[in-house]
């Protein structure tokens, strides 16, 4: 084990450890199943040490695991499904109207896993563009396209109430 | 920014934070093998802990025979052979609000070979006694701080019991938010009254890498048939840079079942995500039987 970096790691973890826990309570909303998430990617993150290639990433490296492990723990309870973009685009114009009268966050939390990621770590956890990329391990363009459509997806519902249709 | 997504952004920041979110990072810490990078040295408090917990629990030690609670249990304890048996020998127990710990030590009786069952019966005490004790640290601890959920559940289970064999498991529950689970077994050959190791069944340590191949087409298979069988392997597609299960150990933690198959076991988180809990693998024992010793155990 690299002492140092082992030591940086503990230190980011304990530093940050209420961000770590926001962002995989973001996930899969329920207390239990966060911690379980923050406790999982501690493990991941110490056994995985050597896929660290320098300490500049050590967040979005970090962010990474637990995304991953949220979304695994999901795909257990809650049997998350990967939709391509052209399903989407159908199932999008076909549905939209069902969510209207929901409030943001319950449409926030309808959007597919891979929308609702990339909102989550923008705006939520202002993380740049390249720095999403990385934790999603997509390219920065589909990253911009997928906050796009992501924010359509909201934004539908956001005009409707204004023009109060809800 | 758009107002609607700023209350988004405020009920995100506002996400309560539970009180055991310390202790998990920290036992997390400690798991991982880092606890000595933290500043603080334990040592201290565990002193404390000691003596407060000493005057504030009731610390329930009950002897077999001496309990008429043990009474009904007894009459279920599964009696092994004619002479052998498994029994609780001591119970600690802990309830306290948020804090439960319920930890049965199993005691084995009526080997010939006192040395073994000396032995085995030495290890289950100490075991037991170790996790009791950093069972009352840990709560000491969560106590000084906002107090929280704490628990822990041990006990045994009879895998086997037939006139060969004797498999003995005992499991861990480690219950904070989330949970741990560990189990170890035991395996002795009732007749000859030995342990069995893993290494002792083969001829030579080839084993290590047949047993490991077939467990990963397994972990496989049960992926390709059911996606929520997740595991940490080649051959399944992996979110993250996770390290993938390569080996069993040499002691792998193992079992011989009631078929006379091999079982080899794993560790909550040991080789798959938390959800998939403790998972076991049953070796055919037809891609073992070149390397047994003998099939007198595995058949």
């Known amino acids: 084990m690299d002492v140092g970096l082992a030591k940086q790691i503990t230190d980011y973890v304990i530093e940050n450890k209420e961000m770590h826990y926001r962002l995989a309570f973001s996930y899969v ?5 966060a911690l379980e998430v923050v406790q999982e990617s501690i493990y991941k993150a110490f056994s995985t040490m050597s896929t660290l290639k320098t300490p500049d990433y050590l967040k979005t490296w970090f962010y990474r695991i637990i995304v991953n492990t949220a979304i695994d ?30 409030d943001l966050q319950k449409t926030l939390e309808n959007l597919p896993v891979r929308y609702r990621s990339v909102v ?39 005009n409707e109430e204004k023009e109060g249709l809800c | 920014m758009d107002s609607k997504l700023e209350k988004l952004k405020n009920e ?10 310390d202790f998990v990072v920290n036992k997390a810490l400690q798991e991982s093998g ?30 077999v025979n001496a309990s008429p609670v043990f009474a009904g249990t007894l009459s279920k304890v599964p009696v092994v052979g004619s002479l052998v048996k498994v029994l609780t020998f001591r119970e600690y127990n802990i309830d306290e609000g ?8 199993p005691e084995i009786q009526g080997l010939e070979n006192k040395a073994l069952e000396n032995s085995l019966n030495e290890k289950y005490l100490k075991e037991g006694k170790k996790l009791y004790e950093s069972f009352e640290a840990d709560m000491e601890e969560l106590k000084k701080k906002d107090g929280g959920h704490l628990g822990v559940d041990s006990g045994y289970e009879i895998k086997t019991d037939n006139d060969q064999i004797l498999s003995i498991g005992r499991y861990t529950v480690n219950t904070v938010g989330s949970s741990s689970t560990k189990i170890k077994y035991d395996t002795i050959d009732k007749k000859n009254e030995v342990l069995i190791t893993l290494p002792s ?45 390569n080996k069993i150990s040499e002691e792998q933690n193992f079992y011989i079942n009631q078929e006379g198959k091999l079982v080899i076991s794993f560790d909550k988180y040991e080789v798959a995500p938390g959800y998939m809990g403790v998972v076991e693998f ?17 058949k």
């Open chain 2, 98 to 105: 948020t804090y439960n710990s319920n930890i049965k030590v």
């Open chain 1, 73 to 102: 723990l999901m795909r257990k309870k809650k049997k998350v499904i990967v939709v391509d973009d052209e399903t989407l685009a159908q199932y999008n114009l076909s549905t939209v109207d069902h969510y209207a009268d929901i």
């Open chain 2, 282 to 298: 049953a070796i055919p024992t037809d891609i073992l039987s070149d390397i047994l010793v003998s099939n007198e155990y595995v």
């Open chain 2, 34 to 63: 880092v606890k000595n990078m933290n500043k603080k040295s334990n040592f201290k408090k565990m002193k404390i802990a000691a003596a407060s917990v000493a005057a504030a629990f009731v610390v329930m030690t009950a002897g």
């Open chain 2, 201 to 245: 069944l083969f001829k030579d340590e080839s084993y290590v890498d047949i047993i490991s191949e077939n467990i990963k087409n397994q972990m496989v298979e049960q992926y390709k048939a059911d996606s929520d069988n997740f595991y940490w392997v080649a051959g399944i597609e992996q979110d993250g840079g996770i390290e993938l299960f």
């Open chain 1, 29 to 33: 909303k329920n207390t239990e199943d």
């Open chain 2, 12 to 21: 995100y920041r506002n996400i309560p934070i539970p009180k055991e979110l």
């Open chain 1, 120 to 158: 989550i770590l923008r705006f939520f956890e202002d993380l740049k563009f390249e720095e999403i990329a990385e934790i999603l391990d997509e390219n920065v363009n589909t990253v911009k396209t997928r906050l796009y459509k992501s924010l359509k997806m909201l934004r539908i519902q956001m």
